[in-house]
């Protein structure tokens, strides 16, 4: 990893923003559409660009951890998800750095 993330902070419009243009490639990745999609936290990491990991709420108390890769052209990709197999990953579970899984 070239660099390590950054402090876990409150997401800020401009990280919703992101969320919003991965909102489909996020919905085929659930396999269903949230009932909301509101990022609450992030941390981010420069690459060849800028790495966002954001803790997004899905409605219900249920929450996913997005890689969301923002190149500097500003072009934007979702590279992962992290979800728990059933009920999502907690509210207060830590954003980590976690590899792309997603192409």
């Known amino acids: 990893m070239p660099g390590g993330t ?6 800020t ?14 919905v085929a990745a659930l396999g269903q559409s949230p009932a909301t999609l509101q990022a609450t936290h ?3 990491q420069v690459v060849a ?4 990991f954001v803790r997004v709420h899905l ?3 249920k929450h996913v951890h997005l890689r969301i890769y923002k190149h500097f052209s500003g072009s934007v990709e979702l590279h992962g998800v ?13 954003l980590q750095y ?6």
């Open 6 to 11: 950054g402090d876990e902070k409150e997401a």
């Open 13 to 26: 419009p401009e990280v919703q923003a992101l969320v919003e243009q991965v909102k489909d490639d996020l």
């Open 42 to 44: 992030f941390k981010t």
């Open 49 to 52: 660009g800028m790495n966002y």
């Open 59 to 61: 409605g219900d108390d």
């Open 82 to 94: 992290r979800h728990g197999e059933v009920g999502g990953v907690g509210a207060q579970e830590e």
């Open 98 to 103: 976690f590899e792309q899984n997603r192409k």
